[in-house]
């Protein structure tokens, strides 16, 4: 094979390797998520297919498939098929940029054909120059989904949902971008991983410490970004029956909600990668690896479900206020700080 | 030969959507194909080598400008837009005349060139662009830039602003 043939065939599997990782974990989010509340409401949860209900998304995923599928009368064809789609594809193409852990090398097995033993293997699907800053492109392009399904439906109870979502989705984003700014000038890089690398050598060099108010501001705009509890007014049932994809049933609202867990995922990991040291210990002597990696963003998930558990709503014009006059001067204070350190440790 | 898959695919997909945006009846369609050819844009100036100019192109026009726009849509319910014949005659006249002349003028300069791509003066990547932007040759460009946009935000904010 060539080198060209051979990098593509890596980056293949690759793909069809994270693809399927997050799939799974899609699935076993939908599940953990109602049997984690159900505990916390001191209720069981799905507990009746398979061993502890492990097999509640097989069950769900088969129920979706047989549903008839609804598409209401006055609705706009295209946008209605379409709104699903963006919303998948920007969810899956945002993972590409991210990287899993450390590079990793190819043990030298003898069913492995040569050019593969003992190669050194990114864990990334992409490794681009501006990584971080093609992440906010893209999760800003996902907006569009929510606002093409409101739209799309002819439902008034869509509508309100779409424009309540993009109304807090551009609020919010802009606080996200902010308190990326000062992790991006302690590492001096667009690059995920080396914003990681920026933080080896122990916990107290996480720009947990170091980026505090950043920290604190990402954590709230990421949830609100993906609108989980206490930011869901786009689909606060209450009010909206369920918002923007009121009106989708069947495959298309599975991928609706594909599209929702993916996207908690991505902030679960840009968290750990952005703020906890992604793969590495944080504990001097213990190497990076992996599984780090994979221990934080497990607990990240948990912590949305867990938010989800213990807090009420917001209401819409406090939602609105918190985003532009609490959020987005914290963050600029912040990057101004950022900047007078960067400077004054340059010097 | 896969960049020039790659280039003729995407400047096919600007050009037809942007043919959409102007075809459209539906203004929410315009709107969408509008994204559509920002976003091929930007797939063009990744692939000129310049990644950091491609995400500034979605984030800022794709991202943010795109979704204003599409919210006043929504908000007025803009459902068709409706002419009168005759001006909406006159104006496809005018339109299709300064289309011409873009035209026009697209050939003679292409044509003055010779078919040779123009060299880029200056590098692409993002420290250089930084450079370039925060060296004294452009910054004062770049900030009087930022404090007009500031103006103009500050003016919209107290045109919109209710007497109490």
Same mark, same amino acid.
């Given at each position: 094979m060539t080198p060209a043939l051979q990098e593509l065939f890596i980056a293949v599997v690759k793909i069809l390797v994270i693809f399927s990782v997050l799939l799974g974990l899609f699935s076993l989010m939908t599940y953990l998520e109602r049997r !984690? &509340?159900? =505990? $916390?409401? =001191?209720?069981l949860g799905p507990n009746r297919t398979g061993p502890w209900g492990i097999l509640q998304p097989v069950a769900d995923g088969i129920k979706l498939f047989f549903k008839e599928e609804v598409m209401p009368e006055g609705a706009d064809r295209i946008a209605f098929v379409g709104a699903p789609i963006v919303a998948i594809v920007t969810a899956f193409t945002a993972i590409a940029v991210i990287p899993y852990g450390p590079p990793f090398r190819l043990p030298s097995l003898g069913f492995l054909p040569e050019w593969l033993r003992g190669r050194e293997v990114s864990l990334q699907i992409a490794d681009l120059s501006v990584g971080i800053l093609f992440i906010f492109a893209v999760t800003a392009l996902g907006v569009y989904a929510i606002v093409m399904a409101g739209w799309a439906a002819n439902n008034k109870f869509s509508l309100i949902g779409g424009l309540r979502s993009s109304a807090q989705m551009f609020s919010y984003e802009l606080a996200l971008g902010l308190s990326w700014v000062g992790v991006i000038m302690l590492a001096g890089s667009f690059k995920v991983a080396d914003i990681v690398n920026a933080q080896a050598g122990g916990f107290w060099m996480w720009n947990l410490v170091w980026q505090f108010p950043a920290f604190v501001v990402y954590l709230i705009a990421g949830t609100a970004e993906v609108s989980r509890i206490p930011f869901d007014l786009p689909e606060g049932e209450t009010e909206l029956v369920a918002g923007f994809h009121t009106e989708y049933s069947s495959m298309? =609202?599975?991928? @609706?909600? $594909?599209?929702?867990? #993916?996207? $908690? @995922?991505? !902030?679960?990991? &840009? #968290?750990?990668h952005l703020f906890l040291g992604g793969w590495h210990s944080g504990v001097p002597g213990l190497p990076p690896s992996f599984v780090w990696f994979a221990a934080k963003v497990g607990f990240m998930l948990f912590f949305f479900v867990w938010l989800r558990g213990t807090l009420p709503r917001f209401r819409y014009d406090q939602l609105m206020h918190f985003g532009w006059k609490v959020l987005i001067p914290v963050a600029t204070l912040n990057i101004v700080l950022t900047a007078a350190l960067v400077t004054w440790a340059h010097r | 030969m896969l960049d020039a898959i790659v280039f003729y695919g995407l400047a096919a997909l600007a050009l037809a959507s942007a043919a959409g945006v102007v075809a459209q009846k539906n203004p929410t369609y315009s709107a969408f194909s509008l994204i559509v050819t920002l976003c091929s844009l930007s797939g063009i100036y990744g692939l000129l080598g310049s990644p950091f100019i491609a995400v500034l192109q979605i984030v800022v026009y794709a991202g943010a400008i795109m979704v204003l726009f599409l919210f006043v849509i929504m908000l007025l319910r803009v459902k068709q837009e409706d002419h009168p014949a005759r001006e909406g005659r006159l104006l496809k006249g005018v339109a299709f005349g300064l289309g011409l002349l873009l035209a026009l003028q697209m050939t003679v300069v292409l044509a003055a060139r010779g078919g040779t791509p123009i060299p880029s003066i200056y590098e692409a990547s993002t420290p250089a662009v930084a450079r370039l932007l925060f060296a004294p040759r452009f %910054?004062?460009?770049?900030? *009087?830039?930022? /404090? %007009? /946009? %500031? *103006?103009a935000l500050v003016g919209a904010v107290a045109l919109a602003k209710k007497e109490p």
């Amino acid at each position: 094979m060539t080198p060209a043939l051979q990098e593509l065939f890596i980056a293949v599997v690759k793909i069809l390797v994270i693809f399927s990782v997050l799939l799974g974990l899609f699935s076993l989010m939908t599940y953990l998520e109602r049997r !984690v &509340l159900a =505990f $916390m409401q =001191f209720r069981l949860g799905p507990n009746r297919t398979g061993p502890w209900g492990i097999l509640q998304p097989v069950a769900d995923g088969i129920k979706l498939f047989f549903k008839e599928e609804v598409m209401p009368e006055g609705a706009d064809r295209i946008a209605f098929v379409g709104a699903p789609i963006v919303a998948i594809v920007t969810a899956f193409t945002a993972i590409a940029v991210i990287p899993y852990g450390p590079p990793f090398r190819l043990p030298s097995l003898g069913f492995l054909p040569e050019w593969l033993r003992g190669r050194e293997v990114s864990l990334q699907i992409a490794d681009l120059s501006v990584g971080i800053l093609f992440i906010f492109a893209v999760t800003a392009l996902g907006v569009y989904a929510i606002v093409m399904a409101g739209w799309a439906a002819n439902n008034k109870f869509s509508l309100i949902g779409g424009l309540r979502s993009s109304a807090q989705m551009f609020s919010y984003e802009l606080a996200l971008g902010l308190s990326w700014v000062g992790v991006i000038m302690l590492a001096g890089s667009f690059k995920v991983a080396d914003i990681v690398n920026a933080q080896a050598g122990g916990f107290w060099m996480w720009n947990l410490v170091w980026q505090f108010p950043a920290f604190v501001v990402y954590l709230i705009a990421g949830t609100a970004e993906v609108s989980r509890i206490p930011f869901d007014l786009p689909e606060g049932e209450t009010e909206l029956v369920a918002g923007f994809h009121t009106e989708y049933s069947s495959m298309k =609202f599975a991928l @609706i909600q $594909m599209a929702e867990y #993916v996207n $908690m @995922i991505t !902030v679960g990991v &840009l #968290v750990t990668h952005l703020f906890l040291g992604g793969w590495h210990s944080g504990v001097p002597g213990l190497p990076p690896s992996f599984v780090w990696f994979a221990a934080k963003v497990g607990f990240m998930l948990f912590f949305f479900v867990w938010l989800r558990g213990t807090l009420p709503r917001f209401r819409y014009d406090q939602l609105m206020h918190f985003g532009w006059k609490v959020l987005i001067p914290v963050a600029t204070l912040n990057i101004v700080l950022t900047a007078a350190l960067v400077t004054w440790a340059h010097r | 030969m896969l960049d020039a898959i790659v280039f003729y695919g995407l400047a096919a997909l600007a050009l037809a959507s942007a043919a959409g945006v102007v075809a459209q009846k539906n203004p929410t369609y315009s709107a969408f194909s509008l994204i559509v050819t920002l976003c091929s844009l930007s797939g063009i100036y990744g692939l000129l080598g310049s990644p950091f100019i491609a995400v500034l192109q979605i984030v800022v026009y794709a991202g943010a400008i795109m979704v204003l726009f599409l919210f006043v849509i929504m908000l007025l319910r803009v459902k068709q837009e409706d002419h009168p014949a005759r001006e909406g005659r006159l104006l496809k006249g005018v339109a299709f005349g300064l289309g011409l002349l873009l035209a026009l003028q697209m050939t003679v300069v292409l044509a003055a060139r010779g078919g040779t791509p123009i060299p880029s003066i200056y590098e692409a990547s993002t420290p250089a662009v930084a450079r370039l932007l925060f060296a004294p040759r452009f %910054l004062y460009v770049f900030e *009087a830039t930022s /404090i %007009l /946009i %500031l *103006a103009a935000l500050v003016g919209a904010v107290a045109l919109a602003k209710k007497e109490p």
